[in-house]
């Protein structure tokens, strides 16, 4: 079985620059979730999607992160205009059952914004 | 914040000894899972344990949970160098939300 994807795996940009971060999740997983994490942090959730709808966004920081995710599977998360507080690991991760179930994490990507 | 703590923040331990981990949240919880986290494989998840449930063994980890103190711990048994990690508790809470602590580094010495 395929794991969560997740790409680029690293990103360096300069501060004001957009950035997008694609994550396709396992085959048949509807819930699908976006973590932010820090140096030293465990991973704050930023939104998590039942399908196609967002369900939970009270994280995500509206003014410059979005994200979408077509059709209920693929997903990116985009920032734009980006800020050196945004250096992190962003994650990906799915799971069969929201929250009843095992979430399954990708790789990562690390973002540095410079 | 309704996040889990993790205590203690780091723990350093020879291999073949015994690594115990705790974990205390705020709110009534559905289920608390334990994940791992290393460099080479990311955030991989160990264990889930449902309110209604008071312990459950998975190999060489054993979990329990205590509703009336809002905790739970995980024990790894007869450790080894591989089992360093960063480990992390998240509760899953009303709505389905899962919430992480900010995890217990663990280092096991060969």
């Known amino acids: 079985e395929a794991g969560v994807v997740q790409s680029p795996r690293y990103k360096i940009i300069e501060k004001k620059q957009p950035v997008a971060f694609w994550c396709n999740p396992i085959?048949?997983?509807?819930?699908l979730y976006w973590y932010r994490q820090n140096l030293g942090q465990g991973p704050e959730l930023l939104i998590r999607y039942e399908n196609e709808e967002a369900v939970d966004d009270s994280q995500l920081p509206k003014d410059r992160f979005s994200a979408e995710r077509l059709k209920g599977v693929d997903s990116t998360l985009k920032i734009q205009p980006a800020e050196l507080g945004d250096s992190a690991v962003y994650l990906c991760?799915?799971?069969?059952?929201?929250?009843?179930?095992?979430?399954?994490f990708g790789q990562g990507t690390r973002l540095t914004v410079v | 914040s309704q996040q889990g703590e993790e205590d203690p923040q780091a723990l350093s331990i020879q291999e073949g000894e015994n690594a115990t981990m705790n974990c205390s949240y705020k709110?009534?919880?559905?289920?608390l899972q334990w994940y791992r986290q290393n460099s080479g494989r990311g955030l991989v998840h160990l264990i889930l344990?449902?309110?209604?449930?008071r312990e459950k063994h998975s190999g060489r980890l054993r979990v329990t949970l205590d509703t009336s103190k809002k905790s739970s711990s995980l024990l790894i048994t007869a450790s080894r160098a591989a089992d360093t990690a960063s480990y992390f508790c998240a509760t899953a809470f009303g709505g389905f939300k899962t919430i992480f602590g900010a995890g217990t580094r663990l280092f096991v010495k060969a």
């Open positions: 991760a799915s799971s069969r059952v929201q929250g009843e179930s095992e979430a399954f």
């Open positions: 085959s048949g997983h509807n819930t």
């Open positions: 344990i449902r309110s209604n449930e």
């Open positions: 709110t009534s919880i559905n289920n």
